[in-house]
C-alpha cells in the first residue's frame, strides 16, 4: 500500500482505456477514491463502474470543476493523462496545422489548464499530487511523430518546472515517460511504431507498477523502460552520435517503407 494515496481524491484523464484506466484501477486497489475522465461517457462509465469510481466524461482540459464537486470539494491527486498521436512524418502532412493544434491542446495545454485551476488551493493548503503522463519522446523524440515528440517535450518541460517552482511548497510532481506501450494509441504511431517502439512494448499496467514505486521513493522522472535513462544521458553528452544514431532508424523506417 502507498500511504500517500489512501483516501485521496484522485483524477484520471482519459481513463477509459489503456493506461489511464491502469491508473485508474491502481489507484482505487490502494484506497482511493477516483474520478474517471474520458471524452467517450460509455468508455469512462464502464471503467467507474468496475472500480467503484465515478465517471466524469468531457475535454480534459475542462473538467477539474466538475471533478472537485465529485470527490467532495478536494483533488488531492491530478493524472494529466490524456493525450493524442499522429502518424504525420510524411513531408505532405509535417507541417498539417489541424494536427499541431489538436496536439498542442491535448498533449500539453491541458495540462497547463488543469494546474492553473489547481494550483491555488494546494498551495494554500500546501499539498497536491500532479502527475504527468509524457512519455520516452518528450525527453528523446520519436520518428514519424513530429508534433507528438514536440509537444510531449513541452509536456515534460512544464512538469518540470512545476517540480521546481513548488516542490518546497508540498507540490509533488511526476513526470512518466514510458517508451511502447500496449495500447490503442501504440497503433497510432503506425510502421514507426512498428519498428521502434512495439518489440519492448509493456502493459498499462506496469506503467501503473513503475508510477507507484516512484510515488514510494518520492522520484520525480518515472522510466517504465530503464533503458530510457543511458538513452537520454547519451543523447545530452554527445547529441550529433545521438542524432546520428536516430537517423539510422530514420533510415531503416523510410527503407522499409
Known amino acids: 500500500m502507498v ?15 489503456g493506461i489511464g ?16 475522465n474520458d471524452l467517450d461517457s460509455d468508455r469512462a462509465k464502464a471503467v467507474a463502474d468496475e472500480i467503484g469510481g465515478i465517471a466524469v466524461a468531457g475535454d480534459a482540459s ?23 498521436a499522429f502518424d504525420d512524418g510524411d513531408v505532405d502532412q509535417v507541417l498539417d496545422e489541424k494536427t499541431w493544434a489538436t ?6 495545454m491541458a495540462h ?3 494546474a492553473h485551476e489547481l494550483l491555488p488551493a494546494w498551495l494554500e493548503r500546501g499539498s497536491g499530487r500532479f502527475v504527468s503522463t509524457v512519455s520516452a ?16 517535450h513541452g509536456a515534460y518541460a512544464f ?14 510532481v511526476h513526470a512518466v515517460c514510458p517508451q511502447g506501450v500496449r495500447t490503442d494509441m501504440l497503433a497510432a504511431t503506425g510502421s514507426a511504431g512498428d519498428l521502434v517502439l512495439r518489440p519492448t512494448a509493456i502493459e498499462p499496467g506496469d506503467v501503473a507498477d513503475a508510477l507507484f ?19 537520454y544521458q547519451a543523447r545530452a553528452s554527445s547529441p550529433d552520435q545521438w542524432l546520428d544514431s536516430m537517423n539510422h532508424i530514420q533510415k531503416r523506417w523510410e527503407e522499409a517503407r
Open 21 to 36: 484506466a491502469a491508473l485508474a484501477r491502481r489507484f482505487a486497489a490502494e484506497g482511493a477514491r477516483v474520478v474517471v
Open 62 to 84: 475542462a473538467i477539474v470543476a466538475d471533478a472537485r464537486d465529485a470527490l467532495g470539494g478536494v483533488i488531492d491527486v491530478y493524472c494529466a493523462n490524456a493525450g493524442v
Open 3 to 17: 500511504g500517500a494515496v489512501q483516501g485521496a481524491g484522485v483524477v484520471v484523464t482519459g481513463a477509459g482505456g
Open 112 to 114: 497547463v489548464r488543469a
Open 137 to 152: 519522446a518528450g525527453l528523446l523524440t520519436m520518428i514519424g511523430a513530429p508534433s507528438y515528440s514536440v509537444t510531449k
Open 159 to 172: 512538469a518540470e518546472w512545476l517540480s521546481l517552482t513548488y516542490r518546497h511548497r508540498g507540490i509533488k
Open 103 to 108: 496536439s498542442w491542446d491535448v498533449n500539453l
Open 213 to 231: 514505486r516512484g510515488i514510494e521513493e518520492d522520484r520525480f522522472l518515472i522510466l517504465p523502460h530503464p533503458e530510457v535513462a543511458g538513452y
